[in-house]
DNA sequence: CGAATGTCTATAGAAATAGTAGAGTTACAC
DNA sequence: GTGTAACTCTACTATTTCTATAGACATTCG
């Protein structure tokens, strides 16, 4: 299961994805439009502040608006941002590899062999799913409407 | 992640998996053999015991046993009895689905899609793994060995 | 200036994790 | 039929993580 927080992380880049490029938008209209509890999300937006992902405005007017294109955004880029790593074992993450102290040879290890594979599979639909793909079927809904 | 339990679990059934089918091993050998505290292994061959995956028999010379083949048991259903639902998602879990109620209809979710994704990914890996699969390596490298 | 907005740190309650403890039960060996 | 070696069951505990909440502070706009 991803935390809580984490889904609350996805949801507000969808928002901020979903508004004007140059219009940053208020931590408060966030929180109302995802039913996210506001100092709560305060913590989460800060977090994706200091790893590069959204940039803020502070003051009057201000806000947070996306750093870079949501296309550019991957679902696994935040998990691990927000959740840690993305494998299911220590001795498989990518980013915060730890040696399993408990089996001798990861060569042997029968366990992890199969969880590579659940890893990978994983990976490749984490971060190959952006925000710009989480807001897409809601647009090509919208365009559908206006075509018909 | 996967708990350390549902690791520990894992590598008691392919302890038991490898041993003569009708000879019980002692929660003591498996827990020295795979470097387990016993106590601790008490508990989780009990609860694999009540959702009849392992049998087992008291006093002397007893111990656990599997109690259907190990090409039946997958790695799905062992972390579902110890560490619960496959899904990252509660809304997505299929033994223990839960709504999401801070998202307004699941057809429309735009996190959802992604996730049901990764869940499906990931079950296809583990129901489709078993504890014979697990410790079939080894034995495919012990017959090398006496083939050479 | 002053009000609105983000920033930062601390705190706290609840739940999950990873064990530990110990009394109880069963079954084999003798 | 007793002793002992094994499993059984319940309860307890320490640590960490999750999900927030609180409040003082800093910045910017009008």
Known sequence: MITQKAKYALRALTVLADADADEPVMISDIAAQQKIPKKFLEQILLDLKHHGVV????GKQGGY???KPA???TFG???RIIDGPIAPLPCLSITAYRRCDDCDGEQNCQIRHVFAKVAD???KVLFST???DAIAPKHSAEVTRLLA
Do not use: F, H, V
């Open 121 to 123: 599979a994983t990976r």
């Open 77 to 79: 880029e935040i998990l």
């Open 130 to 132: 952006t925000i710009a």
């Open 65 to 67: 608006l996306l750093l």
């Open 55 to 58: 940039a803020s405005r502070r």
């Open 71 to 73: 296309q550019t955004i």
